[in-house]
Structure formats: structure tokens, C-alpha cells
């Protein structure tokens, strides 16, 4: 299903959205809800740290489970119809979603930072983006975020046409390069960790470029926020107490980790945890910083995904965040 198709069907029945959660009467009730994420991915930590250390619970929140969707369009389009409360994925598809007539939010951080790193083998003589010329670098398809970056860098270099950028399906970047038969992977976690564990480096990251990234957020309906905020409030404090867990307790975070995705290897999964950490690819709080959001945005305008304009006030509610974090 298309973009576009995926949130006009969501439009045409916005009318009879119904909520899976409703106020609850006291305050030991305990909301059931599902959560639809975009794809399975360590990228979303923080939910799974909630739901498995009893963060969620602590804030009268039951989450039996999180559901992976397949994209974020497809995760956004359950909450817009009120099959699911909450969906974790880009901003942007809750801007797109908001043209064919849909009413969401994004309502917290995740996923900061523009968590991408560029991997070489250690004897590629690499200093500055100049040194890309004449490389053959291997990248996730398009319109991915790692393609987008690396392809913004080229143009920014003023390289373009002068580096080979070949497009694998994503997850299989590292064998053209450990094989010899390319010289540059741009690649997300784990495939980072694994790479440098059979003798790659990391020539350049994109978490220094941008910091401040809104790579992947919270997002509601606003159905849900009129008539359920109570909700949305315990479940953004939830997250926050999730990013400080994970920042306070890194090793409770690797667990959690290892437990979601054990067919990892277990200190592929911890190394990759403490970059992010460190990169801050989970931020410190659910604040979605205003930068954050122009920097996503932009990416998008560049690859072509918007035509239009996108703001930060007709996108992200702030409210529930701002309560947590002052």
C-alpha cells in the first residue's frame, strides 16, 4: 500500500474511529493498549525498555505487546482508525497522513540523531569527504534514511557523479564490502557493530553532522489526546523514565537488548546499545527539539518525499513533553 493510499483510507474513516483505551475511573485501573511500531529495531529501545522493566506499568499502562507493521504508514494508519493508541516511526508520515486528511501528532522523541555510520576497511585512505571520489560506497535502498545522508554528503562535497553509490536491499550492506568488492558501507545498528567486529571502522558518522535528528518519534491521534490526555501523559512520562533508565543504567538496557533481538550476538547488541548511548541516538528526554525536526524534515525535502512545507507546531504536540520535562 502506497503513502497515499494507506492514509486516505485512514481519512475516509476518520469519523468512526473508535479508542481501544478510555479514561480510566481510578486510579489504580490499569490501561491496556497496543503499540505499533514500524519495524523491529533497536532503534526503539526506550519502548521495549518500558514495557520490559515495568515502566510502563509504574504509570498504570499494560502493553502486552508491541506490534512491528512493516512501515511507519502502515503503523500510523492503525492509530488514525483507533486500532492501536500509540505508533513509533518518522515524524514525517504523521505531516504526510495530515495532507490526505489525517489527524496525528508526534508527541515524543525516540529516536535521536541520525544514528548512520560510515564503515571502510581500516587500509582505505580516508581523511575527508574528498576521498570519496572514485569510491564505490554500498547503501540500504532509497528513499531510506542512510541512502538519504550519504547521497546529501556526496552533494555537499561537491562529488556527484564522482562517487559510485550502488543500492542492496538494507541489512545486507556489509557483504560487498567485507568481500573486497566495495570500499564503503553506510549502514544503521547492529550491522555497525558487526562490521567493526570482522575488522571494518567507522570513517565517519553521522551523529556528529546531526545531533539533533528526529529520526524516529512517538506519535498519537488527536482523537486520543482530546479525549484521552490522562493517557498520553502517563505514557510520554513513561518513555521519559525509559531514556533516563537507560542513561543511568546502561547495562539494564543491554539486557533488555539481548532479550529482544537474541539472535544477536550478545556483545554486537551491547557495543550497539552504547554507541547509541553515547551518540545520544536515545536522548536524554521525550523533548522533540524544534532543530531535531528541521534537520528530519529537510532530509526529506532534499530526497523529494515533501514537496510542501512541514511545521513543527502543525506536527509535533510539545505539550506532554514539556510537562515532563520542567
Not at 550519504?150 to 557523479?161: K, S
Not at 564490502?177 to 571494518?200: C, K, T, W
Not at 543491554?254 to 554486537?268: I, M, N, P, S, T
Request: net charge negative; proline share 4%.
Amino acid at each position: 500500500m502506497s503513502i497515499s493510499s494507506a492514509y486516505k483510507c485512514v481519512a475516509l474513516g476518520a469519523s468512526l474511529v473508535v479508542l481501544g483505551a478510555t479514561t480510566h475511573a481510578q486510579a489504580d485501573d490499569m490501561d491496556t493498549i497496543l503499540i505499533n511500531e514500524a519495524f523491529h529495531s533497536l532503534l526503539y529501545l526506550p519502548v521495549y525498555v518500558a514495557k520490559h522493566e515495568g515502566i510502563f506499568n509504574d504509570h498504570n499502562i499494560d502493553v502486552p505487546v508491541v506490534r512491528s507493521a512493516g512501515s511507519g504508514p502502515v503503523a500510523l494508519a492503525s492509530v488514525l482508525s483507533g486500532e492501536s493508541q500509540f505508533s513509533v516511526h518518522g515524524p514525517e508520515h504523521v505531516g504526510f497522513a495530515q495532507e490526505q486528511g489525517g489527524s496525528g501528532k508526534a508527541i515524543s522523541a525516540v529516536a535521536n540523531s541520525a544514528p548512520v555510520w560510515v564503515l571502510a576497511h581500516p587500509e582505505l585512505d580516508y581523511s575527508s569527504p574528498a576521498d570519496l571520489a572514485g569510491k564505490d560506497v554500498v547503501v540500504g535502498l532509497a528513499p531510506g534514511t542512510s541512502n538519504t545522508l550519504i547521497r546529501r554528503f556526496i552533494e555537499d562535497a561537491g562529488l556527484t557523479g564522482e562517487v559510485k553509490v550502488t543500492e542492496v536491499q538494507n541489512g545486507s550492506e556489509l557483504g560487498p564490502v567485507l568481500s573486497g568488492r566495495s570500499d564503503i558501507a553506510v549502514l544503521y545498528q547492529p550491522q555497525v557493530e558487526q562490521g567493526i567486529s570482522q575488522g571494518l571502522e567507522i570513517i565517519h558518522a553521522f551523529t556528529d553532522d546531526y545531533p539533533e535528528y528526529a529520526f524516529s518519534t512517538i506519535n498519537t491521534s488527536q482523537v486520543m489526546i482530546d479525549n484521552n490526555p490522562d493517557l498520553v501523559a502517563r505514557f510520554v512520562e513513561a518513555i521519559n523514565d525509559s531514556l533516563a533508565l537507560i542513561h543511568s543504567d546502561p547495562e539494564a538496557a543491554k539486557a533488555v537488548a539481548r532479550l529482544e533481538f537474541g539472535d544477536l550476538q550478545g556483545d554486537v547488541v551491547d557495543a550497539a546499545v552504547q554507541r547509541m548511548i553515547d551518540n545520544n541516538v536515545y536522548p536524554e528526554s521525550v523533548l522533540i527539539t524544534e532543530e531535531a525536526f528541521t534537520n528530519a524534515i529537510e532530509m526529506q525535502h532534499f530526497v523529494g518525499n515533501i514537496k510542501g512545507e512541514m511545521y513543527y507546531d502543525d506536527i509535533v504536540d510539545a505539550s506532554f513533553a514539556n510537562a515532563v520535562v520542567q
